[in-house]
T-cell receptor
Framework: QDQLVESGGGVVQPGMSLRLSCTASGFTFGHYSFYWVRQAPGKGLDWVAGISYDGSETHYAESLKGRFTISRDNSRNTVYLQMDSLTVEDTAVYYC??????????????WGPGTLVAVTS | DIQMTQSPSSLSASVGDRVTLTCRASQNIATYVNWYQQKPGEAPQLLIS???SFQSGVPTRFSVSGSGTEFTLSISSLQPEDFATYYC?????????FGQGTRLEIK
């Protein structure tokens, strides 16, 4: 069964950093691109970042460029999201999701259960 | 960026009703749309992908149509498990964008 599990969330103070991990199982990790998507409490879905199957191509939501970095380790079946200079507006559940071989024009499935990041003083 | 606008934002309906949810793109995205269903406290789940006509395991009461800038998700006969929030997402170009969601509630 294709599965994604996020980890690394928690409660942090404004200005701090956090690294999220997304570990995959049940499929050939290196064949797929991945997204991070977040959802603030009571709000809709916001795409955060995407990375190609080999890590050579990355894209970010414009408002997050320079603070968030997506990466992957194909030997560990894991995608990462490094989040720096966190603000209260970054408080959300962060989901990892599998795209296709290409970053675009593909279905996005499955999704992990999410990990909660709470930024509070 | 491509804006995705869903309507209505919320909808009250009864079991057995037929409903249609709409998603409009700010520019032509061909058929590169995915639809998701999200229930409270759960992660979104891919419902239907117009991109690859993917609908494995989805009840036949769900159907999608549209291309270009206007897309619809229809549910032919609502079941209790269908009451949820539905999101559309364009996969045409970066950045990926989602609609704001349509909350489907029991009347």
């Amino acid at each position: 069964q294709d599965q994604l599990v996020e980890s690394g969330g928690g409660v942090v103070q404004p200005g701090m950093s956090l690294r999220l991990s997304c570990t995959a199982s049940g499929f050939t990790f290196g064949h797929y691109s991945f997204y991070w998507v977040r959802q603030a409490p009571g709000k809709g879905l916001d795409w955060v970042a995407g990375i190609s199957y080999d890590g050579s191509e990355t894209h970010y939501a414009e408002s997050l460029k320079g603070r968030f970095t997506i990466s992957r380790d194909n030997s560990r079946n894991t995608v990462y999201l490094q989040m720096d200079s966190l603000t209260v507006e970054d408080t959300a559940v962060y989901y990892c999701a599998r795209a296709g071989a290409r970053l675009l024009r593909s279905r996005v499935d499955p999704w992990g259960p999410g990990t909660l990041v709470a930024v509070t003083s | 960026d491509i804006q995705m606008t869903q309507s209505p934002s919320s909808l009250s309906a009864s079991v057995g009703d037929r409903v249609t949810l709409t998603c409009r793109a700010s520019q032509n995205i061909a058929t590169y749309v995915n639809w998701y269903q999200q229930k409270p406290g759960e992660a979104p789940q891919l419902l239907i992908s117009s991109i690859l006509s993917f609908q494995s395991g989805v009840p036949t009461r769900f159907s999608v149509s549209g291309s270009g800038t206007e897309f619809t998700l229809s549910i032919s006969s609502l079941q209790p498990e269908d009451f949820a929030t539905y999101y559309c997402q364009q996969g045409h170009s970066m950045p990926i964008t989602f609609g704001q969601g349509t909350r489907l509630e029991i009347k």
